[in-house]
Structure formats: C-alpha cells, structure tokens
C-alpha cells in the first residue's frame, strides 16, 4: 500500500467514525466532535511546529491557548461603560511603569560595572518602582471592579468582530513566547519543559485573579459570534421555509446550520495554517531546523544561530496555539479560566502528535481528530460496556456499582492503551516523518 493510499484510509476512517456517531447518538454530537477536531488539529499543529521541527518540549501549551481566550475577550466584547474613565488611564500607566522598571534595572545591570553599587542600585530601582506601580494600580483596579460587579466589573473589549480575535489571539501568545523564550530557550529540554509549564501556571493565575482584565472566576459569558443566533433562525420565515423543504425541524436544522458555518470557518483557518506548514517543513528554513534539531552542534558549527532559530519557531507554534485558544473561546460562547487544566491542553495535544506522527503536518490533523473523537466517545462507551458486564449483577451490588462509576476513568486508560499501542507498532506515528 503507499503512502497516499493508507493516509487516505487514516482519514477515511476518521470520517467514518464521525459520520456513525451522527447516526448512532445524533448529528448534533457528530458535528461538536468535528469543530473541536478542527481547533485540537490547529493546535497539534502548532506543537508539531515546536517539537516535530525543532525539538522544543514545550509542556506550557495551556497558558498559550488562554492568552487566545483572553484576546477573544479583549477584542470582541464591548468596552464597559465608565470603566475606562474610572480607572482606565492609571492601570494602563501602572503597568508602563511596570515595563518602565524592569526595563531600567536591566539598563542598569548591563551597563553598570560588577560590584556591591551596582545590586544596590538594581535593588533600588526595582523596590521604588514596585511601590509607584501598587499606588497606581491598586486603586484603578477597585473602582473599575466596583462598576456593576454582578455583570461586568472589568474594563471590557474593543466591540470588533469576533473573527478578527483570532490573529489577535496568535499576536498575543507570540508577544508573551518572545518574552518566555528570551529567557528560557537557553535551557536544556527538561527544564524548558519545567519552564514552560510554570509559567503557563502563572498565566492561567493572573487570568483567574486579576477581575479588572477579564472576570477572573466569574467568567466572560455572551461573547459576539460569526455565526447567527439558533433563535433568530427559528424566526426567520425563509429559514423555516428552506428547513420544511428538506424534510427537517426548524430546530435541529438552525442547530445543524450554525455548526455548520463555524466547521466552515474553523475548515479555512486549519487549511491556510496547514499550508503554511507544508511550506514552511519542505523550505531551506524547514531543512535547517531539522538540522538543528537533529544536531545542534553540527548546525552550530556551519554557522547557524541555533539559539535565534528556536525562538523563531517557538514564537511560531505558540501564535498558532493562540489562534486555535482564541478559535475555542469563540465555539464556546465564553471565557472560563478554570476550564485551562494541562489535561486537556497539554497532554491530549502532545498523545494527538505523537499518535499522529511528530515532524508531519498530516500526522498532527490526523492526530488532532482521532484523539478527540476517542476522547469524547470512549467516556459513553465505557458505561455502555460497563452496564453490560454488570447485566448479571443484583442492584445495589457495590461492585456494580464501583463498575459504573469509574467508567468515566476509561478515558484515561483509553489514551494510555492507545499511545502505548502506537509507540510499540508504529513508533514514528501513523503518518511518519518523511
């Protein structure tokens, strides 16, 4: 069999697979594993980008997809009214001052000669200005949290249109890898690995606690949407009139219609992104950072800038995982800081690029939707196994009972048995690396 011919098995399986789940448990289901397959394949591909091209294990990828979620908020949701007259202004200059401090202190700590003057002035640049920022900040931050605390009580948006939060979102989360990767990249792959996911950790903190930037906890609900509301569609006499003519319940089909429309745009998105990657992999770059990746020191040695290239693409990956974070903030409707646990967007990615196959784009799209399929489905084929291995069983048997209930863990033995399955029969992935 080639190599086309099995890759169009592999995604033909996929779609297979959706299409039963439309059948056997209702289209509405098939069609949410399709969209999140979608933003789970945009995100592997911008970890394949980090790992499969240049070897960067970054585990940080929840902190990325977060700073997406938060451009969604800052780009697409109205500006509260009298916030930014409240305190606006003063926490903008808190946080230049706060720029303005560590800014000066590296000035000074590269500029001064070694010695007990120049800690002591380090030290007093940064404690003055640690004051300044908190006698700016803290106030601004208590009125602006005391407008309408129920509903708003944070500074709100630009009131743009939700699709243009996407590049936003990969801007944001390339700005913020520029920073991580200044002062990380220098690090060996465990501690870049420690690095990354400590400080993907105080991402996901600050978005908890500061309430001014976006809600914190009390999350951002009603967020703007591409696509039209399911009750306007049921309103809309042409709608029920085009529904009625295919045989179909004004309601399913506005449902089915709407997820249609974001499949659509979530389609180009991957398409373009997916692209890029081709020619990116198939390039001179391409064919210097697996160089680098392969071996660092040969590549050193002809004159590469090892150090420059991996920020390069680390910035890369992390403004894709941005625009996939921005993607599912969007498809969601809302901004919940507390939904980013690792689980879902550190390890599931990394099983859907290591299934897939790291180093290939394929291999990611493939990995993105297989995985999220089984990650979805398996929980409700788990109880369906288990109710029938218990059939026998009295009622009110503990054992049952114990059966039942951890079938919510088969998702989690289902991720392990599968990874392991693939790295002992086909260690490269399904789609390896040419």
């Known amino acids: 069999m080639t190599d086309t011919m099995r890759n169009t098995v592999y995604f033909a399986g996929v779609a297979l697979l959706i299409v039963i789940t439309g059948f056997v448990q209702s289209w509405n289901s098939a069609l949410f594993i399709l969209n999140f397959g979608l933003i789970s394949a945009i995100m592997a591909l911008g970890v394949n980008l980090q790992w499969g091209f240049a070897g960067l294990f970054n585990v940080g990828i929840m902190g990325f997809v977060a700073l997406g979620g938060l451009a969604t908020v800052l780009v697409s949701m109205p500006a509260t009214p009298g916030a930014w007259e409240a305190g606006g202004g003063p926490v903008v200059g808190a946080l230049l001052m706060g720029a303005a401090t560590v800014v000066a202190a590296g000035i000074v700590l590269k500029k001064m000669a070694a010695g007990w003057l120049r800690h002591a002035a380090v030290l007093l640049i940064i404690v003055v200005g640690f004051f300044v920022f908190r006698s700016l900040f803290d106030p601004a931050v208590a009125l602006i949290e005391d407008i309408n605390p129920a509903s708003t009580g944070y500074l709100g948006g630009l009131g743009l249109p939700v699709v243009m939060a996407w590049p936003v979102g ?128 040969a590549a050193e040695a002809m004159g590469k800038n090892v150090t420059a290239r991996h920020l390069q693409i680390f910035v890369l990956g992390s403004a894709v995982c941005g625009i996939a974070g921005a993607m599912m903030t969007t498809l969601d409707g809302q901004l919940t800081p507390g939904t980013y646990q690792p689980l879902r967007f550190t390890f599931l990615i990394w099983v859907m690029v290591i299934v897939g196959g790291s180093g290939s784009n394929l291999g990611s799209v493939l990995g993105g939707f297989l995985i999220w399929w089984l990650w979805v489905m398996v929980e409700p084929m788990g109880l369906g196994l288990m109710n029938f291995v218990t059939m026998g069983m009295s009622e009110g048997s503990a054992l049952k009972e114990h059966l039942i209930d951890s079938a919510a863990h088969m998702r989690l033995l289902t991720m392990g048995f599968v990874l392991l399955l693939v790295l002992r029969f086909s260690p490269r992935g399904l789609i390896p690396e040419k």
Not at 208 to 213: A, G, P, T
Not at 220 to 233: F, H, N, T
């Open 170 to 297: 990969g801007v944001l989360a390339a700005a913020v890898a520029w920073l991580i990767g200044k002062t990380a990249l220098g690090l060996r792959s465990d501690y870049l690995a420690i690095a990354t996911l400590g400080i993907s950790e105080i991402i996901i903190a600050v978005m908890k606690n500061e309430d001014w930037l976006a809600r914190g906890v009390k999350n951002v609900a009603g967020l703007p949407r591409p696509a039209p509301y399911e009750v306007d569609l049921q309103d809309s006499a042409s709608f029920i009139e085009r529904a009625n003519s295919f045989g179909l319940d004004p309601v399913f089909a506005s449902t089915i219609w709407v997820k249609l429309v974001y499949a659509s745009l979530f389609t180009v998105v991957l398409v373009i992104l997916f692209i890029l990657a081709q020619r990116a992999l198939h390039s001179p770059w391409g064919r210097m950072m697996r160089a680098i990746r392969d071996n660092e020191h």
